[in-house]
């Protein structure tokens, strides 16, 4: 069974840097694609950013510029650099990872920001 686990969350002051890191474990297989989200408190689960096995990126509109998705395809792990934080990018943030048709779901990481 896929496990996946996200840490780096914290607490941080906009303008401040912080780098969440996702790791799946329990398969042989590459992952197709895995993806950053992000849930805050009263809104719906949005899309942050997403890495293919093929390294082809996507990204938030609001995050372009300041977030760089990055990973090793052959550990299945994938790091999440948020720069130039701001209040607004304050959630729960989870990793999503797609599998052989199947996704799968860390429990999520916080992520704060200060004004």
């Known amino acids: 069974q896929v496990q996946v686990v996200e840490s780096g969350g914290g607490l941080v002051q906009a303008g401040g840097s912080l780098r969440l890191s996702c790791a799946a474990s329990g398969t042989t297989f590459r992952a197709d694609a895995i993806g950053w989200y992000r849930q805050a408190p009263g809104k719906q689960r949005e899309m942050v950013a997403s890495?293919?096995?093929?390294?082809?990126?996507d990204y938030a509109d609001s995050v372009k510029g300041r977030f760089t998705i990055s990973g090793d395809n052959t550990k299945n792990t994938v790091y999440l650099q948020m720069n130039s934080l701001k209040p607004d990018d304050a959630a729960v943030y989870y990793c999503?990872?797609?599998?052989?048709?199947?996704?799968?779901w860390g429990q999520g990481t916080q992520v704060a920001v200060s004004s």
């Open positions: 999503n990872v797609n599998v052989r048709w199947s996704n799968y």
């Open positions: 890495i293919t096995s093929g390294g082809s990126t």
